[in-house]
């Protein structure tokens, strides 16, 4: 995959956690909600339609990949997926883990202020994210 430029908002508010084919995997720096984005690594890329046949199929497959991990490595009661763009121009896709007692329940996650990872915490999620992630890969 050519290289790419990642919004800076994107590279402030998140971290690099793993490549797949076509998608970068970041961890938005947010301890309340395990939050999760997919960002293709294709410049100039806003709408899924701007991508080719072809890269919209890698996509879905990477976003189901990625779900199938967190939904293992977190069990959650539900995932939130979804691409806005509201903020951020950029095409990335949110899986986020969600809980009927995390802080935002049933609302979305959307608008909240953020509480940056603590290094043991973040370490833990990044570490359980890439512990299944190699096993999914290695099957």
């Known amino acids: 995959m050519e290289q790419f430029i990642l919004h800076p908002r994107l590279a402030r508010d998140s971290?690099?956690?793993?490549?797949?084919?076509?998608?970068?995997?970041?961890?938005?720096?947010?301890?309340?909600?395990i939050w999760?984005?997919?960002?293709?690594r294709i410049d100039d890329l806003t709408h899924f339609i701007d991508l080719s046949s072809?890269?919209?199929k890698i996509l879905f497959k990477e976003i189901n990949q990625v779900a199938q991990i967190l939904t293992q490595a977190f069990s959650p009661e539900r995932l939130n997926i979804a691409s806005l763009?509201?903020?951020?121009?950029?095409?990335?896709w949110h899986i986020i883990v969600?809980?009927?007692d995390d802080k935002a329940?049933?609302?979305?996650?959307?608008?909240?202020?953020?509480v940056p990872y603590d290094a043991a915490y973040q370490s833990?999620?990044?570490?359980?994210f890439l512990t299944v992630f190699q096993n999914y890969e290695a099957s």
């Open 36 to 40: 999760f984005i997919l960002v293709p």
């Open 124 to 128: 833990d999620i990044i570490s359980r």
């Open 54 to 56: 072809d890269h919209q």
């Open 98 to 100: 969600r809980y009927q």
């Open 85 to 92: 763009g509201n903020v951020v121009e950029q095409m990335h």
């Open 15 to 33: 971290m690099y956690v793993a490549s797949l084919r076509l998608c970068q995997v970041r961890l938005i720096n947010n301890q309340d909600f």
């Open 105 to 114: 329940w049933p609302d979305p996650v959307w608008g909240r202020s953020f």
